[in-house]
């Protein structure tokens, strides 16, 4: 007969640093273009998609790991 252990896995450390991952995606996306921009004048077109995706994908992970670490996943554990 084997015994099986499960690990604990800490919910609230990967939500907080799931928010904060996704609050410096958001935060550097949108400095660097504002930065960018006044500095260099019109930035290319792959470094607006680039800062304008940090910016979207960062509010993204921002919002859904507090839901998905916070509270789907100790539910379903």
Known sequence: MSQTRTRSIDHASYAKRGFLL????FAGGALAEIIGTAYFG??????????????VVGILIGLLAPLVFGIVMPLVE
């Open 22 to 25: 996704g609050v410096v995606l």
């Open 42 to 55: 019109s930035l290319p077109g792959w470094e607006q998609t680039l800062f304008f995706d940090m910016e």
